[in-house]
């Protein structure tokens, strides 16, 4: 029962009018848990209901795979968190595209800060962060390469970074792989629900 105790946590957004502030939320995985049969014996059934989220992701089909020993194989939170992203986000990866995301933005999206109000003390430490997920990336050969572009105020104060990576090969075939995975389990869906679909019609007639 690993995910009886888990929890999934989602940060979001609020705007009202010129305000902008920062939420957090998180909710267990499973939302209840019921057993049939007799203590004991290997007859006993468990069936779990996911929360709301995950069911609605899994039900629409929106949920993406991703390589679990891969990804849990950084001591880093944070290279965790963004080889999750990337294997979720960067659906057409391959050789000679690149992804690219702003320092800043990636930082509030992970909770390394709340807001970009924080940006002036923590700039400097969230980018030695990412610098080491960086070379974490490219000894696992998620990577090839990468670039850093300054991000300049009014007054040529850094602000930012835009960060720009070069997926390996290894990688690119890893997300092809999963997407070949992802169509297959959208036929199957499909072809069951047309299943369905025709039974119901058939009981009808």
């Known amino acids: 029962m690993i995910l009886k105790g888990a929890e999934l946590s989602m940060q979001y957004r609020e705007v009202d009018g010129d305000n902008e502030s920062y939420s957090e939320s998180s909710m267990n995985?499973?939302?209840?848990i019921h057993f049939s049969g007799s203590s004991g014996k290997s007859t006993v059934k468990c069936i779990a209901f996911l929360n709301e989220v995950m069911s609605q992701q899994i039900e629409g089909l929106t949920?993406?795979?991703y390589y679990f020993d891969r990804v849990q194989s950084f001591k880093r939170s944070l290279s965790r968190w963004l080889a999750l992203r990337l294997y979720q986000v960067f659906r057409y990866a391959a050789t000679g595209k690149t992804y690219h995301f702003m320092l800043v933005n990636m930082s509030i999206k992970f909770?390394?800060?709340t807001s970009e109000e924080e940006v002036a003390d923590r700039l400097t430490a969230i980018r030695r962060d990412m610098t080491q997920t960086m070379k974490d990336f490219i000894e696992s050969d998620i990577i090839e390469n990468y670039t850093i572009e300054n991000v300049k105020?009014?007054?040529?104060?850094?602000v930012d970074y835009k960060y720009?990576?070069?997926p390996t090969e290894r990688f690119c075939e890893e997300v092809l792989n999963l997407n070949k995975q992802h169509r297959t389990r959208i036929a199957k869906a499909t072809a069951a629900l047309e299943e369905l679909t025709l039974d119901e019609d058939s009981e009808k007639l």
Do not use: F, T
């Open 29 to 32: 995985y499973i939302s209840s």
């Open 63 to 65: 949920y993406r795979s």
């Open 111 to 113: 909770g390394s800060i």
């Open 153 to 158: 105020d009014k007054d040529g104060v850094i």
């Open 164 to 166: 720009e990576i070069h």
